[in-house]
């Protein structure tokens, strides 16, 4: 899949900031709006998935989520896992404020 | 520096000898006291014998690195020895273990529509903040109103 396919759907998605496609062995492949060009970012990310791929439930051999997000006070860090891609999406959050303790 | 003699007057033995010996490296006799060349001057003799002891130190100490003998390959066995390292290379790699594997695990095959999806519910996070407490109390008040959810959907 070209670059271009992968992140053409990615512009799309309602309330995004900003987006990254990593790969795993080539870095960053594409990134865009508020995420662009920002590898620490991604070299985050990426060790949040990761860790969180490592997670397993009893008795399932399998990875059992599909999506990661990292809450932030006003946005939120969406992020999968596709076809050897890492897809990280900032999305406005929009919601009402979590508790704060 | 030379002296002056008349060409009718026959050149003595002592005069046709060079003032710079060929073999200018000072001999030593074997009990180990200088012997100076015949008829040479004193002060020449220690000047000339100062001046070469200079060279041979320096020639000793010096490495002529273009002086050494290096093989000149042809371009043909260049590139038959580039090929026997690449063999060998090749053979040492396979018999490595083989690296662990870091790629991700697929989790979808539809990302744009995995996350374009609803973000976490409110009432979620507001389940979750009690996790967060706990999370405070056991580092002291370190934690911050970030949550990290793991959503399987």
Known sequence: MTTAALTAGLERIPDQLGYLVISSEDGVLASAGELENDEHTAGVMMQMVRTASRFRLSGSPDVPFKRLSVILDDFVYTVTVSGHKVFVVKRQHNQQEPVNV | ?153
């Open chain 2, 1 to 153: 520096m030379g002296c002056c003699y008349s060409s009718e007057d026959k050149p003595t033995e002592e005069e046709e000898e060079p003032l710079i010996q060929p073999n200018n490296i000072v001999s030593k006799s074997p009990n180990g006291t200088e012997r100076n060349p015949p008829n040479v001057p004193t002060a020449r003799t220690d000047e000339q014998a100062l001046l070469t002891s200079i060279l041979t130190k320096t020639a000793q100490n010096i490495i002529d690195v273009s002086a050494a003998d290096q093989p000149m390959m042809e371009p043909h066995e260049y590139m038959d020895r580039a090929r026997q390292y690449s063999t060998k290379l090749a053979v040492l790699g396979s018999s490595l273990p083989p690296k662990k594997a870091l790629t991700l695990p697929s989790l979808t095959s539809q990302p744009h529509q995995v996350l374009s999806s609803d973000l976490v519910p409110y009432s979620d996070v507001q389940q979750r903040s009690s996790v967060l407490l706990t999370c405070n109390r056991t580092f002291q008040g370190k934690c911050t109103t970030s949550q990290m959810f793991i959503q399987k959907q």
